[in-house]
C-alpha cells in the first residue's frame, strides 16, 4: 500500500487549504482512512478519521474547522481545512487507522503564518 498526500502550503491565519491523498490498495473502500499531523518536536497525532460507511470524527481542535470526505471511486481521502490556525502547522499524512504497520507517505507540510 502506498499514500501519496498533495495540497500543503503557506497560508495566513484564517485561511484554508485542501490536502488530498491518493491511496495505492486493494479495496479502498473497505478501509477506515486517518489524516494524521506531525508539529516540530511533537509526536504524531490522529487529526480527523473517516470509516467505510462515511462516518467521520474529529479531535476537538479541528472540530467545525475541518472536514474529512472519501472518493471511493477514485481512491482518494481529502481533508478540506477552513479557519486555520498558527497551531495548524504540521506535516499532514494519511493512513490507514488499522493497520499501523503500513508504510507513511511523505506527507504534505502546512504552515499558518503572517
Known amino acids: 500500500v502506498q499514500f501519496e498526500e498533495s495540497g500543503g502550503g503557506l497560508v495566513q491565519p484564517g485561511g484554508s487549504l485542501t490536502l488530498s491523498c491518493k491511496v495505492s490498495?486493494?479495496?479502498?473502500?473497505?478501509?477506515?482512512m486517518g489524516w494524521y499531523r506531525q508539529a516540530p518536536g511533537k509526536q504524531r497525532e490522529l487529526v480527523a478519521t473517516?470509516?467505510?460507511?462515511?462516518?467521520?470524527d474529529y479531535i476537538d481542535a479541528v472540530k467545525s474547522r475541518f472536514t474529512i470526505s472519501r472518493d471511493n471511486a477514485k481512491s482518494t481521502v481529502t481533508l478540506q481545512m477552513n479557519k486555520l490556525e498558527p497551531e495548524d502547522t504540521a506535516a499532514y499524512y494519511c493512513?490507514?487507522?488499522?493497520?499501523?504497520?503500513?508504510?507513511w507517505g511523505r506527507g504534505t507540510q502546512v504552515t499558518v503564518s503572517s
Open positions: 493512513h490507514r487507522t488499522q493497520f499501523p504497520g503500513d508504510p
Open positions: 490498495a486493494a479495496v479502498f473502500h473497505a478501509y477506515s
Open positions: 473517516i470509516s467505510d460507511r462515511n462516518w467521520a
